[in-house]
Protein backbone atom coordinates (compact mmCIF):
# COMPACT_ATOMS: atom_id res chain seq x y z
CA UNK A 1 0.00 0.00 0.00
CA UNK A 2 1.50 3.08 -1.09
CA UNK A 3 1.24 5.56 2.05
CA UNK A 4 0.48 8.69 -1.26
CA UNK A 5 -2.61 6.54 -2.10
CA UNK A 6 -4.06 9.25 1.08
CA UNK A 7 -3.84 12.38 -0.81
CA UNK A 8 -4.63 10.25 -4.95
CA UNK A 9 -7.98 10.39 -2.85
CA UNK A 10 -8.66 13.52 -2.90
CA UNK A 11 -6.39 15.12 -5.66
CA UNK A 12 -6.95 14.90 -8.96
CA UNK A 13 -4.41 13.53 -11.79
CA UNK A 14 -2.91 15.70 -14.87
CA UNK A 15 -5.07 13.86 -18.02
CA UNK A 16 -1.62 14.70 -19.94
CA UNK A 17 0.83 12.61 -17.60
CA UNK A 18 -1.20 11.23 -14.67
CA UNK A 19 0.81 12.94 -12.49
CA UNK A 20 -1.03 14.05 -9.29
CA UNK A 21 -2.07 17.52 -9.51
CA UNK A 22 -1.08 19.89 -6.47
CA UNK A 23 -3.57 21.67 -4.97
CA UNK A 24 -4.03 25.59 -5.44
CA UNK A 25 -6.32 28.79 -4.46
CA UNK A 26 -8.16 28.27 -8.40
CA UNK A 27 -8.09 24.49 -8.81
CA UNK A 28 -5.15 22.19 -9.22
CA UNK A 29 -2.09 22.40 -10.80
CA UNK A 30 0.34 19.44 -12.80
CA UNK A 31 3.31 20.27 -11.27
CA UNK A 32 5.02 18.31 -14.74
CA UNK A 33 3.58 20.08 -17.15
CA UNK A 34 2.13 23.42 -15.47
CA UNK A 35 -1.48 21.90 -16.50
CA UNK A 36 -4.07 23.79 -14.56
CA UNK A 37 -7.23 22.20 -13.58
CA UNK A 38 -10.12 24.52 -12.57
CA UNK A 39 -11.91 23.56 -9.24
CA UNK A 40 -14.76 21.56 -10.05
CA UNK A 41 -18.48 23.09 -9.31
CA UNK A 42 -19.09 20.81 -7.12
CA UNK A 43 -21.94 20.91 -4.74
CA UNK A 44 -22.24 24.39 -4.21
CA UNK A 45 -25.43 25.61 -5.19
CA UNK A 46 -25.49 28.47 -8.07
CA UNK A 47 -26.19 31.82 -6.36
CA UNK A 48 -29.30 33.41 -7.95
CA UNK A 49 -29.51 37.22 -7.06
CA UNK A 50 -32.97 37.89 -9.04
CA UNK A 51 -36.21 37.04 -8.81
CA UNK A 52 -37.53 34.21 -6.88
CA UNK A 53 -37.44 31.12 -8.82
CA UNK A 54 -39.04 28.81 -6.15
CA UNK A 55 -42.55 29.13 -7.24
CA UNK A 56 -43.10 32.33 -5.99
ZN1 LIG B 1 0.76 17.20 -16.28
Redesign the pocket.
Known sequence: MDPLDDDAIAQPR?P??G?IMRTIPEGWE?G????FEPVAAGPLPPEFDGPSIQGG
Open positions: CNDTCECRH
